[in-house]
């Protein structure tokens, strides 16, 4: 089973999405050398004050896949003026979330890319991405502030969430993909770069 961190909570989450998702991988056989984390705080921030990564995604010799969980049902979410709304109350009060998920997820990355790279040099030749999953509506959205492989949706888990492990595969090797001869990624080579490696994954 993976290695969940920690595993045997759901810590304050009260998210149906979060929660599934949680089981799902508690009770997975066969993934044994991925590690987990969920719910983590991020206070080393540069954009906000705080911030919470839902799960974050250690696979070797991949990478690391940030996921942000949203848990909203059809006809949610909406997207109004570039402003997220997750349900009808939030839409009726007119309080929408003005970043949306995927600006979040974003920033968590880079944020927690950032604090792991000043950490420890030997952090530094990671991929990170992130990964919206819509656990309960559909999401077809498309455009230019997001790629096609940065979210799945309640279509894409099928029943029981059983194809969330190759989901988050696809959206790791697709992004490995996406990062050849982009700047800032010199240092990369998809056939080569197979972090993280035990080592750091321990750290």
């Known amino acids: 089973m993976v290695k969940l961190i920690p595993s045997t909570k759901y810590r304050t989450t009260k998210s149906r999405g979060e929660i599934n998702l949680f089981n799902k991988f508690y009770n997975d056989k066969k993934y044994d050398d991925w590690v987990i984390l969920h719910s983590q705080d991020m206070l080393e921030r540069v954009r906000k004050w705080m911030g919470e990564i839902d799960y974050i995604v250690i696979i070797p010799k991949k990478g690391v896949v940030c996921i942000e969980i949203k848990s909203c049902f059809e006809p949610y979410p909406k997207i109004k003026d570039g402003c997220w709304f997750y349900n009808a109350t939030q839409e009726k009060n007119n309080k929408p979330d003005t970043d949306g998920p995927f ?101």
């Open 103 to 203: 600006v979040q997820a974003k920033n968590n990355t880079q944020d927690l890319r950032d604090f792991l790279k000043n950490t420890s040099n030997n952090l530094k030749d990671i991929i990170f991405t992130r990964m919206i999953i819509f656990t309960d509506s559909p999401f077809k959205q498309k455009s230019a502030e997001w790629l096609d492989f940065e979210y799945v949706d309640v279509d894409d888990l099928g029943e029981n969430y059983n194809n969330i492990f190759k989901l988050i595969i696809n959206t790791i090797d697709k992004f490995r993909l996406h990062c050849v001869n982009k700047d800032g990624f010199g240092w990369f080579n998809n056939t080569e770069t197979l972090t993280p490696k035990p080592e750091q994954t321990k750290k």
